[in-house]
Nanobody, 117 residues
Framework: QVDVVESGGGYVQSGGSLRLSCIASGDNIFGTFPMGWWRQAPGDQRQRVAD????????VYEDSVKGRFTISRDKYLNMAYLQMNDLKPEDTATYYC?????????WGQGTQVAVAS
């Protein structure tokens, strides 16, 4: 069994900041693995926000968050973070942590982010 748990969501004013955290644990998790943050707004499809490779050297951002969001990880603790600055109302969504272990993909339950205009 693999568990993925997010935390750090909340309600902020436009221009504010939040830091999301994700921790992955499980009996069949060995070594490091790619991790990422996705988000889903009501009525929209889930979309990728940022990915980070297992070694932390390859990072990809969705265009709308470049320069505002920073993904990082602690590979020894199987944790990933998403620092979100200059938040905008359009960033309002449920944010999910996604991990890839071999050929399997696991998702957390999500943490809600709401940005007031």
């Amino acid at each position: 069994q693999v568990d993925v748990v997010e935390s750090g969501g909340g309600y902020v004013q436009s221009g504010g900041s939040l830091r999301l955290s994700c921790i992955a644990s499980g009996d069949n998790i060995f070594g490091t693995f790619p991790m990422g943050w996705w988000r889903q707004a009501p009525g929209d499809q889930r979309q990728r926000v940022a990915d980070i490779s297992n070694d932390g050297y390859k990072i990809v951002y969705e265009d709308s968050v470049k320069g505002r969001f920073t993904i990082s990880r602690d590979k020894y603790l199987n944790m990933a973070y998403l620092q979100m600055n200059d938040l905008k109302p359009e960033d309002t969504a449920t944010y999910y942590c996604r991990i890839e272990v071999g050929e399997s993909v696991y998702w957390g339950q999500g943490t809600q982010v709401a940005v007031a205009s």
